[in-house]
């Protein structure tokens, strides 16, 4: 397979840029429950309309991706994402923000799945793990600018609604980059596994397991950004566009997280590093049980951002190991694994409801933390 110049690389790099919008859905619940008068419990199943996708396609997608190719793959979440970004600002409503949010998660879980191994396509094998690492930093970076650019569409154009042309401008700006790109096409592939035989690799202790992980992880992630901002309202009187600085203060120390496990994890065993980090993140949660002010609040979130980035690409890299030979298999599964992100919010609005605060929320993501601390430590013993 050739590779590409950076006229092949960037577009493809900036892929991992529109992956990053799904991560808008952690301050867009705040705004969508305030306008629309939703109880915490319905509010908690917004970030569902995004993240139940990769439960249900992301299987379906790695087969699909065999027959159509990787940059076709790419293009389509693209068209998806596009519609999505447009029907809530065409008319804004709960059943068309919900819609959006659909179109937005079918559209990223599509993304997720095809993107990293577009990669391949461009870059050679020993730059491979550098070029996903500054994919992730570059949809970390994405994940970021989110909550400012929806309070400040709030503030210069008056609704925070006006996100959405701007995110469907960039993905139209991103579909049409690809389009004119120079890239390799794959290898056909002759034949490939069914979602069936896909879904039995479960079977295996280990595989679900570290399957379970990444749920918990991807939960964690996804309940952290949603929390963030409800916190600072609760508990400081923020209004929602100032809470929504709580997220954004989270990717940023996630990009700083990545950034510094990219560099930490070439030269030291990552079940150590993975040990470490969880430990202290799993302190930072119980310790946000009692954070009063702000400035307590946002220094344990940016922990929890930071000690946790590197946890995904952990345990992501250990199930591969653990069966090299069913690499593309594993791979779509544990990117269902993602689905985390949508069972884990609900949990906590459930919860938050029941209690009468936010500590509902809490007490969901450290029992999420509970558990990675368990794989954490199990991880060598078990499955070495």
Not at 59 to 87: D, E, Y
Not at 109 to 135: C, D, E, F, H, Y
Not at 267 to 280: G, H
Request: hydrophobic share 55%; charged share 10%.
């Amino acid at each position: 397979m050739g590779k590409s110049s950076l006229t092949g690389i960037l577009p493809v790099l900036f892929g991992f840029f529109v992956m990053g919008f799904c991560d808008v859905v952690g301050v867009a619940t705040s705004y969508v429950k305030q306008d629309f008068g939703l109880s915490e419990t319905v509010a908690g199943f917004i970030p569902s309309m995004v993240f139940v996708w990769f439960l249900l396609l992301s299987v379906p997608a790695a087969v699909w991706m065999n027959r159509i190719g990787r940059k076709r793959m790419v293009q389509t979440s693209n068209i998806v994402t596009f519609a999505g970004m447009l029907i809530p600002f065409v008319h804004y409503g709960f059943v068309t923000c919900m819609a959006g949010f659909i179109l937005l998660g079918i559209g990223n879980t599509i993304l997720q799945v095809s993107l990293n191994p577009l990669l391949t396509n461009v870059v050679s094998g020993k730059r491979l793990s550098s070029m996903l690492t500054a994919g992730q930093v570059i949809k970390a970076v994405s994940s970021f600018c989110g909550p400012f650019m929806a309070a400040f569409a709030l503030g210069v154009l008056g609704e925070w609604r006006y996100l959405f042309p701007v995110f469907a401008a960039i993905t139209l700006l991103s579909a049409l980059w690809l389009m004119f790109a120079d890239i390799p096409k794959e290898t056909a592939v002759t034949e490939s596994s069914s979602p069936g035989a896909t879904f039995a690799l479960l079977k295996d202790r280990t595989i679900l397991f570290l399957f379970l992980g990444i749920f918990f992880v991807v939960g964690v992630d996804v309940g952290t950004n949603t929390v963030a901002p409800k916190l600072l309202i609760e508990r400081e009187g923020f209004s929602v566009d100032q809470a929504g600085f709580g997220s954004s203060l989270y990717f940023v120390c996630r990009t700083a997280g990545a950034l510094a496990g990219s560099f930490i994890l070439a030269k030291m065993d990552d079940i150590a590093y993975f040990r470490i980090n969880i430990l202290v993140a799993l302190a930072a949660v119980f310790l946000l049980f009692f954070a009063e002010s702000a400035a307590a609040i946002m220094i344990l979130i940016g922990c929890i951002g930071f000690f946790c980035s590197s946890i995904f690409s952990v345990i992501y890299s250990q199930a591969l190991k653990n069966m090299p030979d069913r690499a593309n298999e594993i791979s779509g599964l544990m990117i269902t694994g993602v689905c985390g992100g949508a069972a884990i919010p609900p949990a906590m609005g459930v919860l938050t409801d029941a209690v009468g605060s936010q500590a509902g929320s809490i007490a969901v993501i450290a029992a999420c933390m509970v558990y990675l601390t368990c794989c954490a430590f199990r991880l060598k013993h078990e499955f070495k």
